[in-house]
């Protein structure tokens, strides 16, 4: 059975996208086919993740992993089934790169925005789906999200799509990063685990 594959992009592969990677790896560890990457547009090729980048992954919950920064690559983008870019720009610059992501491509938190009044009686088709069908049916969630731009209200701010770059900044900086992502990658969870329950037998 393929994987469902995530792709976490950010800009150096060092802070933003790594932590998630980290944190949605760790939190889907239990559910499979799932496998979750990272990438950067500029990435610091080879680096691990700063100090601060890992105790902010401890605070979310999980140890993390060691981290070798890549550079992200059109085959990647072309591989993920969904993009979970941390911020606009990084969406944009996928889309550039691949224009047919445009419908499996969203910020983290644009994700979470859409997704966030969705119930499990959104998820009666998915769920009718066959339960050894992961892949088809998280699919399935990514167009369903993907179907709610222009449906759901916007974000109050632009940016409030985007998560904070903390690189090479202070512990604030790396709080308010944390702060708005952590939410969103518990959303992302939400939903996943939402539309891989176990089809009601009536």
Not at 90 to 116: D, M, N
Not at 173 to 193: H, K, N
């Amino acid at each position: 059975m393929a994987p469902f594959r995530i792709l976490t992009v950010c800009t150096g592969n060092v802070c933003r996208s790594p932590i998630a990677e980290n944190v949605l790896r760790e939190r889907l560890s239990d559910v499979k086919p799932i496998d979750v990457s990272s990438a950067g547009f500029m990435a610091l090729v080879g680096d691990d993740m700063p100090e601060q980048a890992k105790r902010l992954a401890e605070t979310l919950g999980v140890t993390p992993q060691k981290h070798t920064s890549r550079q992200l690559t059109e085959e990647q983008i072309l591989e993920a089934d969904l993009v979970l870019a941390m911020s606009r720009e990084h969406r944009r610059e996928v889309v550039t790169r691949v224009p047919r992501a445009s419908r499996y491509t969203v910020t983290v938190r644009e994700f979470a925005r859409l997704s966030a009044d969705l119930g499990e009686w959104d998820f009666v088709d998915i769920t009718a789906l066959p339960d050894d069908a992961a892949s088809e049916r998280l699919t399935a969630l990514v167009e369903l999200i993907a179907s709610r731009r222009g449906q759901v209200e916007p974000a109050a701010a632009p940016d409030d799509d985007d998560v904070a770059d903390p690189f090479q900044q202070d512990d604030e900086r790396y709080a308010l990063t944390g702060s708005q992502l952590g939410p969103a990658l518990e959303e992302v969870e939400r939903v996943i685990r939402l539309a891989l329950q176990k089809r009601a037998i009536i």
